[in-house]
T-cell receptor
């Protein structure tokens, strides 16, 4: 199984809503990542979890709150987002953060209204 | 930190032609150079990669070349097909996936 599964696939939320994005992998990978991708742009790294601990936060606003409940799951909690936060949010995983082979999930298309 | 430049931003070719996309990187410590293909609305998918101890790598119609001295690497697609149409991203890293820096992307359009 080389799948990284993200839910939901699409999400529309208001600026006062609280929602969560979920990411799951069963490859035994110990590094998991959140990326944000705007249209026609490359993915931008947001967070890295290594062995369930946050190892990198790329100066992401606090309205994005990551959580890694266990080695297979990664969540991204969203609160008080702005319309400019609308983007494709991609999760990825790799065996560990030093390895180069990684797998992306299909992404969650987020629209903030 | 690392900076990756990618050219061209768009590339249109006829089916059967070859396509070449070029990237330059700034940090000589970078040692891993992957290429990702992203179809509209889908995830980036790794199509080929090369490490700094290799000058060229080929996989069927796709090849990547690396010039460490000049700090540039290129993706070559031969006998292009309409299904090759996508956005292609190059990337560079000195330390695993966590340090991957992406190029700005090239939109490739292959016309039948």
């Amino acid at each position: 199984d080389t799948e990284v599964t993200q839910t939901p696939k699409h999400l529309v939320m208001g600026m006062t809503n609280k929602k969560s994005l979920k990411c799951e992998q069963h490859m035994g990978h110990r590094a998991m990542y959140w990326y944000k991708q705007k249209a026609k742009k490359p993915p931008e790294l947001m967070f890295v979890y290594s062995y369930e601990k946050l190892s990198i936060n790329e100066s992401v606003p606090s309205r994005f709150s990551p959580e890694c409940p266990n080695s297979s799951l990664l969540n991204l909690h969203l609160h008080a987002l702005q319309p400019e936060d609308s983007a494709l949010y991609l999760c990825a995983s790799s065996q560990d953060e030093e390895r180069t082979e990684a797998f992306f999930g299909q992404g969650t298309r987020l629209t903030v209204v | 930190g690392e900076n990756v430049e990618q050219h061209p931003s768009t590339l249109s070719v006829q089916e059967g032609d070859s396509a070449v996309i070029k990237c330059t990187y700034s940090d000589s410590a970078s040692n891993y150079f992957p290429w990702y293909k992203q179809e509209l609305g889908k995830r980036p998918q790794l199509i080929i990669d090369i490490r700094s101890n290799v000058g060229e790598k080929k996989d069927q119609r796709i090849a990547v070349t690396l010039n460490k001295t000049a700090k540039h690497f290129s993706l070559h697609i031969t006998e292009t097909q309409p299904e090759d149409s996508a956005v292609y991203f190059c990337a560079a890293s000195m330390r695993g996936f966590q340090k991957l820096v992406f190029g700005t992307g090239t939109r490739l359009l292959v016309s039948p």
